[in-house]
């Protein structure tokens, strides 16, 4: 596969050049660029440049505001609530996050609702710099039916991810991020555009036969991880980011798509806590920290985020491969 070396720094340029060729404001152009260009340099490639196209599909249709201007507002001592103006999620994002920092320091608790935004990322980009500032976050975002109930027969529930993020002092912070289906969907689609089987496991084709051909797959519907445990945690996702925050569920946002291929419509929760305030008397850090050592101790166990971490550093010393595929598709799209 021809590739080519992008600095982290380029990979931002090109992203944010092609959704302002699509009519995408500066500010709305740069947040979102920024989650791509992070996700390639740490190895997310289902969540980077791969993904510019859907973007710029929901900018050509009109379906996403690319001059959206986020509102943020308090609804309860812990509770805020940002309105993303129907844009992408990351400008939202980025602007509640002090908010909700400074109430979760403020409250020990606090919630951010995200309503109204279009949400296409990696959900680690979430939690990763609110648990940098001190403060354990729990973010979750659900999608377009892709999972299977346990025990159904048809797609109902995005693959939901649920990331979480806790500070450490000495150390990046400890996080991990995971879909509600065995894989995430995108990781699927990677496979279909790279030739490769999928293990099997991991999903059925349109008529509900296991299949490890991942455009079968993308055809068909993803399984949950671990059977009916997965499967509630995504239905709790439906929950937090649907029916508590007033937004709608992972079938409600295909309902009302205009199935340009770009994001879908819809919201997101992200639960702050502050560790100083929740009355520990051991030393929440270094207790925390006598735990991941004895992860670490196992030969062959490791903590979450450890791989991306790793990869990140690989990136901002070497850059990052960009298969030639994915260029040729940018070159496209800014003709
Ligand atoms: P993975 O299964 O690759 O990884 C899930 C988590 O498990 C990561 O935190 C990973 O850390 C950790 N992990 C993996 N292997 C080990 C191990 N051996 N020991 C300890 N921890 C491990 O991710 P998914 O396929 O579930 O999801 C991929 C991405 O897709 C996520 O970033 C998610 O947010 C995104 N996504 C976004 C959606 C959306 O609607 N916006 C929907 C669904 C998914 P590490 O990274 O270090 O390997
Ligand atoms: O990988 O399942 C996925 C996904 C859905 C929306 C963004 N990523």
Redesign the pocket.
Known sequence: MSEKILQVSEIKTLASECLQHYGCDERNAEAVADVIAR?ER???H??GLMRLAGYTNALKSGKVNGKAKPTIESIAPSVLRANGDQGYAPLALALAREPLIATARKQGIAALALTETH???????EVEPIARAGICALAC???MP?VIPAGGSGPLY??????FGWPRADAPPL?????????????VMLAAREGRELAPGIGVDSEGHPSNDPQAVLDGALLA?GGHKGSSIAMMIELFAGALIGECFSFEAAARDNKDGG?PLGGELIIAMDPSRFGDALGWASHAERLFEQIEAQN????????????RAQSMARGVAVPASVLSTIDALLQ
């Open positions: 996700a740490d190895g997310c289902a969540h949400h296409f990322a990696a959900l680690w980009g975002v659900s999608y892709a995005g693959t939901n991810p649920l990331a996080v991990f991020d995971q879909a509600s289906s065995v894989v995430a969907r995108g990781e991880f994001p062959g166990a490791r903590l979450p985020g450890d791989r991306r971490y790793r990869n």
